[in-house]
């Protein structure tokens, strides 16, 4: 059985993107280090009340370079529009693999349906690294529905298995990615349990949304994440609550990662270089 070989804990405080998303950053101090690489960064909203407004909270127009944002929402809607000319909703179960590639600007906002309406907003966005090769391709856009997404259920009924990337158990889940990567919804209820088996040199981590599990003996909380040792290619899950989590797995990308606020390039000078064309221009405009 595979083991985990560190906890990352519950961050201690988190912060504001814009007005509209009140976010985790679940990785803490891993995030952006070759340790949990492709992966770069996870915030995470938890369920947060928004009261009823007229106007649109969120974050206004700004770059990315060279890495994807994956956007799941769990509740709540977000509305997206790019300077691509992409525009679309990402409501409850759906998903929008963004590939920044060699520069986008966008925004996102609460969408008007919901910020009329006022409710709870639960979501999650993960950096996921682009291999140098991939870092200067031209942007793209995966708006992946709910209904698109497949869901396992476990034989024994106790667990299903969502689908977002890669193969579980032959099921293979609709996103497109650069490298080889599994992200699967997984929500396991309280006494059971699932086994599953991984490729062992790839970087496999569990973010616990909701709920309580262990790895062996190692106990998993809610908002802490597990990172897997590479040893062994079993995962075992035991819940003791009934669990919603976000699995990830991943082929390490082995480069050097530099990563400056909106861009993660792999040399200080792209990172300059960036900066120079976003100002010019070159990776689009937006109006506010
Ligand atoms: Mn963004």
């Known amino acids: 059985m595979k083991k985990i070989k560190t906890i990352i804990p519950a961050p201690p405080k988190g912060h504001w993107v814009g007005d509209g998303f009140p976010v985790q950053p679940v990785f803490s101090g891993m995030a952006f ?35 994807e944002t994956v956007t799941i929402s769990y509740r ?6 790019d300077s691509v000319g ?17 520069g986008i600007v966008h925004k996102e906002m609460h ?22 090769k991939y870092k200067m391709i031209a942007p793209r856009y995966q708006p992946i529905l709910s209904r698109d997404i497949p869901i396992i259920k476990l034989t024994n009924d106790c667990a299903t298995v969502r689908v977002i990337a890669g ?10 990615t650069f490298s080889p990567i599994d992200l699967w919804d997984i929500d396991l209820k309280s006494g059971g349990s699932m086994e599953f088996s991984v490729r062992n040199s790839d970087t496999t981590m569990l973010f616990v949304r909701k709920g309580r599990l262990v790895v062996g003996d190692v106990v998993v909380n809610a908002q802490e994440v597990a990172l897997f040792a590479h040893e062994e290619s079993i995962v075992r899950l035991d819940a003791q609550e009934d669990v919603s989590a976000l699995f990830m797995s991943g082929e390490p990308i082995h480069e050097s990662i530099v990563a400056r606020g909106p861009f993660v390039m792999n040399f200080e000078e792209e990172i300059r270089q960036a ?11 937006m109006a506010d």
Do not use: C
Request: charged share 15%; proline share 8%.
């Open 275 to 285: 900066m120079i064309d976003y100002q010019n221009g070159e990776m689009g405009q």
């Open 76 to 81: 709540g809607e977000i509305e997206h529009a």
């Open 167 to 176: 193969k579980f158990k032959e099921v293979v889940g609709p996103a497109s």
């Open 33 to 67: 280090t070759r340790e949990i690489s492709p992966f770069l960064m996870l915030d995470y909203v938890q369920p947060a009340v928004f009261t009823p407004t007229l106007r649109q909270r969120g974050v206004g127009p700004h770059p990315h370079r060279g890495f």
């Open 111 to 132: 969408s008007s349906t919901f910020s009329r309406n006022g409710g709870t907003m639960e979501m999650v966005q993960l950096w996921v690294n682009l291999p140098a």
């Open 86 to 102: 992409n525009v679309g909703i990402v409501g409850p179960g759906d998903v929008q693999w963004m590939t920044a590639g060699s």
